[in-house]
């Protein structure tokens, strides 16, 4: 329990640290929006930081129980369990059990709540703010693609309902020959059977006056597979929707290996969790009156550091395909929970 008490406290704090700095951010990018509010603000960062602070949660579950067991080691509680004959494996099972139960209530309640949130933040990103005047990335998402009437280059600043819906569209067309024919300018495009609808399109030819059409359609080839893998973040997508992605992407022909890869670590997410508890006794059952408390700690902040680059490091190496993304996903779980179980093993049997 208070194990639990302390990680949820923990979390609790990165969630209100997370949310103070992405509405100051907010603010600041939206200074001259007379339709930002400051409630609007602070609602649309209330859908964006689920998603962001998912990924703090092993951190948040290192921290919680290194916390609980320096406060066992501070009250002399170790000095007595150990006395009692409490070994340290006692000590930390109740923690890894709860742990993996965190595991699994992130991986199957907590993701898909922050996925959709993710979802609703974009949507209310265009409605509050505009396309234009609040794209995340300056260059937006570029895709390319032909149709019957030659060829096309599409940029967006946004994609909603994972990139059949864009905001903020750009489309330059070319002949079949590479000529360039016109620019289209958008405020949304909708993917249809065979082309896209383009919504308050203005198009400009290079040998006409522009002209303005309330909906415009633009032919494709482009199939709903096919815009997912550009525009779609692996992300965003729940543990339930995932393995259908992963199908339509290998049914195109296309590579599933980012897909593949949130599935794994969403599926090892539990797992994650309880090796860092186990990283977490490694650094902290020491009793505190042998001093080293401030050595322990920063051991163990410093290894949960290591544990997210070697993370980084394999996922960038599983979507570029040079490494499985099963390996990518579960080599931190291994490489954590091996290092913390030898070195209780060692602390405990020598």
Not at 125 to 132: C, D, K, L, T, Y
Not at 246 to 271: C, D, M, V
Not at 277 to 299: I, N, P
Request: glycine share 6%; net charge neutral.
């Amino acid at each position: 329990m208070r194990f639990l008490v302390t990680a949820l406290a923990v979390f609790g704090g990165v969630v209100f640290l997370v949310a103070l700095l992405d509405s100051v951010e907010l603010m600041r990018r939206t200074a001259n929006n007379e339709n930002a509010t400051a409630l609007a603000v602070f609602k649309l960062s209330f859908f964006r930081v689920p998603i962001i602070v998912e990924r703090i949660m092993p951190f948040c579950v290192l921290v919680g129980a290194m916390s609980s067991y320096l406060a066992l080691s501070r009250r002399n509680e170790l000095v007595v369990a150990r006395a009692a004959g409490v070994s340290a494996w006692e000590f930390t099972a109740p923690a890894v059990v709860v742990a993996l139960l965190l595991g699994v209530f992130a991986t199957l309640v907590y993701n898909p709540v922050a996925a959709k949130l993710q979802e609703i933040s974009k949507r209310y990103e265009v409605e509050i703010f505009g396309a234009r005047e609040f794209g995340l990335q300056e260059s937006g998402f570029w895709v390319r693609q032909r149709s019957p009437d030659g060829q096309s280059i599409i940029n967006a600043v946004t994609s909603r309902e994972q990139g059949l819906r864009l905001e903020g569209v750009t489309i330059f067309t070319f002949d079949h020959d590479g000529r360039y024919q016109d620019r289209i300018e958008a405020r949304s495009a909708v993917l249809q059977d065979g082309h896209w609808e383009l919504s308050d399109a203005r198009v400009y030819p290079s040998d006409a006056p522009p002209s303005f059409h309330e909906t415009y359609a633009l032919k494709t080839n482009v199939s709903r597979e096919q815009v997912r893998e550009n525009f779609a973040t692996p992300e965003t997508l729940t543990i339930w929707e995932l393995p259908e992605y992963i199908r339509l992407a290998e049914n195109a022909g296309l590579t599933a290996a980012a897909y593949r890869l949130q599935y794994q670590k969403l599926i090892s997410r539990p797992f994650l969790l309880a090796s860092m508890v186990l990283l977490a006794a490694a650094f902290s059952l020491r009793f505190a009156r042998m001093g080293g408390v401030q050595k322990m700690v920063l051991g163990g902040v410093l290894s949960g550091f290591l544990l997210y680059v070697l993370s980084k490091i394999t996922d960038d190496m599983s979507k570029t395909e040079l490494l499985s993304p099963a390996t990518a996903a579960w080599a931190p779980v291994l490489v954590g929970g091996l290092t913390g179980f030898l070195v209780l093993l060692y602390q405990e049997d020598g």
